[in-house]
């Protein structure tokens, strides 16, 4: 079975940093692409960063400059590095992996910036 399990998540202060991870099991990350996603209450899911399967990464415009999308391959983990967080950016935070689509989900880890 697929399997993404997020970590990393919690409560921070404006101004603080926080790596999520998305270690997977039972599918290679070096041929699938990935992403983070984020959704708060009462809002959309939204995509935060993605990596396709050159290494190019793109990112939200909320979110440039601040956060790093990385993977490890060797590992089998992805990860998410946020810096200067900002109490906009609290949301369960997502980690997806695909081919076409994004087929696997993670079931989320919560960031709080307070």
């Known amino acids: 079975d697929v399997q993404l399990v997020e970590s990393g998540g919690g409560s921070v202060q404006p101004g603080g940093a926080l790596t999520l991870s998305c270690t997977a099991s039972?599918?290679?990350?070096?041929?699938?692409?990935a992403a983070w996603f984020r959704q708060a209450p009462g809002k959309k899911r939204e995509g935060v960063a993605a990596i396709d399967l050159n290494g190019g990464r793109t990112y939200a415009d909320s979110v440039k400059g601040r956060f790093t999308a990385s993977v490890d391959n060797a590992k089998n983990t992805l990860y998410l590095r946020m810096n200067n967080l900002k109490a906009e950016d609290t949301a369960m935070y997502y980690c997806?992996?695909?081919?076409?689509?994004?087929?696997?989900w993670g079931r989320g880890t919560q960031v709080t910036v307070s």
């Open positions: 039972g599918y290679s990350p070096s041929t699938h692409c």
């Open positions: 997806a992996a695909g081919t076409v689509v994004f087929t696997y």
